[in-house]
């Protein structure tokens, strides 16, 4: 009996150290990734002058409507303080990769645009999530879906930790709908584009994306993972 309990001890720890040393291996190959991608980046940044951080309003400016935004929205959706956010908007005015105007609507408001300039710096075929969207053609059309939800969950984790302020993707935005169809490729709605969406076209960066309140954002992710083992 003793001897039965301790093989079953054993079976435990192993079990565990298995999971222990697979979350090690997972996070050690999302570190290589967010490596190779810095590095590129620094690369690429070296070349045309731009700092890190006047690179990621780059980038943010072009994802949006007529590829403008407010400062406030800037700062907000890059976790920096106003005023960091103004200065490096400011830097990027001086090298006519953006241009600032008043809102005309309030000219309280200060809105930020990308120039043809300053977006042909960021252009799709010097980016790396094209390279990335490469190496995950590797994989069979299954994986991609495993991968992608898994990403979602990952990203949801990291913004309840804080360390990703806003992430526009479909669970935390007011028109996901999950599981509204009788539809195992479809299940999913979004009410904004009024279609049905699968895990494979579930969103991590949508411009027409509105955050959820708190409690939507709570309901619709119980919802979603409520279906789901992967
Ligand atoms: S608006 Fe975009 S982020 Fe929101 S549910 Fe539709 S596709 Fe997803």
Redesign the pocket.
């Known amino acids: 009996m003793a001897e039965q309990r301790a093989l079953n001890s054993g079976k435990k720890s192993s079990v565990l150290q298995d999971a222990a040393a697979l979350t090690t291996q997972l996070a050690a190959g999302l570190e290589k990734i967010g490596l190779a991608m810095k590095s590129r980046t620094w690369r690429r940044e070296g070349r045309a002058g731009l700092g890190p951080l006047q690179r990621q309003v780059l980038t943010l400016l072009r994802s949006k409507p007529g590829q403008r935004a407010k400062v406030s929205t800037v700062a907000n959706e890059l976790a920096v303080r106003l005023p960091t956010a103004s200065e490096v908007i400011a830097t990027l005015e001086r090298k006519q990769l953006v241009r600032r105007r008043r809102d005309m609507s309030d000219g309280r408001i200060v809105m930020a645009q990308l120039t043809a300039k300053g977006n042909r710096s960021c252009t799709p075929s010097s980016r790396m999530p094209d390279r990335l969207a490469t190496a995950t053609e590797a994989l069979s059309a299954p994986e991609q879906v495993v991968l992608l939800t898994s990403l979602v969950k990952v990203i949801r984790s990291l913004q309840e930790q804080g360390e990703i302020s806003v992430a526009?993707?479909?669970v935390s935005?007011q028109?996901?709908r999950p599981n509204q169809h009788d539809n195992a490729d479809r299940p999913h709605h979004?009410?904004?584009?009024n279609v049905p969406?699968g895990d494979r076209s579930?969103?991590l960066d949508?411009h027409?994306?509105?955050p959820a309140s708190t409690a939507q954002v709570n309901e619709a992710w119980a919802n979603f993972t409520g279906s789901r083992t992967a």
């Open positions: 526009r993707m479909c935005c028109y996901f979004c009410g904004s584009l969406l579930l969103r949508c027409v994306y509105e």
